[in-house]
């Protein structure tokens, strides 16, 4: 297998793979399916998750090379499980003003408040520009089967629902609730849950 995989290029951003846990087993993850690849990246961190340090050096090195839209705080995992090393890379970066033209984007499945127990909004403010939240379930009985979540996050999609409205409230450049299409839940009932909280909306494809 090829080495592993800390920042990639995708599209028109920059991806960072920070951790590979999560606290949830979504029923459409692909990191399992698709046994840790991604368009050609092995983003199995084998319990080796980066440094705030080692992915600047990668990130500042891609941005040398090209310039990138945006630069994705991601997985095969849930980034807020690494808060302080979301805000150490994130603040860094907002202060390189060698490199002004990206925003910066975390992808989260919204239940950083849960995990890091307390509201991490007000952090991720200094630290991020956009938030995508995976939403996914118009209600919590379907978002329990759906997201399989871990013990102890069991009443997490109220939390979820709550720090997509912090977030909103919040004033970041762009916060979206998403839905992956096909998994039985309805994506009207999700999209009209999203634009109640404040967030705008996204159609995700199931990927096979
Ligand atoms: S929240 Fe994301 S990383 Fe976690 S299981 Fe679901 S799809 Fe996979």
Redesign the pocket.
């Known amino acids: 297998m090829s080495e592993r995989t800390v920042v990639y290029r995708f599209k028109e951003g920059i991806y960072i793979n920070l951790t ?1 846990r ?5 029923t ?4 399992t399916k698709w046994a840790m690849q991604f368009d050609g990246h092995n983003l199995d961190l084998e319990g080796k998750e980066p440094s705030a340090q080692e992915i600047l050096d990668l990130l500042y090195r891609q941005l040398q090379a090209s310039p990138a839209k945006q630069i994705v705080f991601c ?4 980034p807020t499980m690494r808060l302080d090393t979301v805000l150490q890379v994130g603040q860094a970066l907002k202060q390189h003003t060698a490199y002004p033209s990206f925003k910066i984007r975390l ?3 919204g ?1 950083g408040n849960l995990i890091n127990h307390r509201n991490i909004v007000p952090e991720l403010k200094t630290a991020v520009d956009i938030v995508y939240v ?1 939403l ?1 379930a118009e209600n919590e009985t379907l978002w329990k089967q759906l ?2 979540p871990a013990p102890g996050y069991e009443q997490g999609y109220n939390s979820v629902k709550e720090f997509i409205r912090s977030c909103a409230q919040a004033g970041f450049e762009q916060v979206a609730a998403s839905c ?1 299409e096909n998994t039985g839940a309805n994506p009207q009932a999700v999209k009209e849950l999203a634009l109640s909280l404040g967030a705008s909306f996204n159609d995700r494809e199931y990927l096979k």
């Not at 459409?28 to 990191?31: A, D, M, P, S």
């Open positions: 590979n999560c606290p949830n087993l979504c459409f993850c692909i990191k997985g095969y995992g849930e992808n989260t499945n239940l995976s996914n997201l399989r992956v």
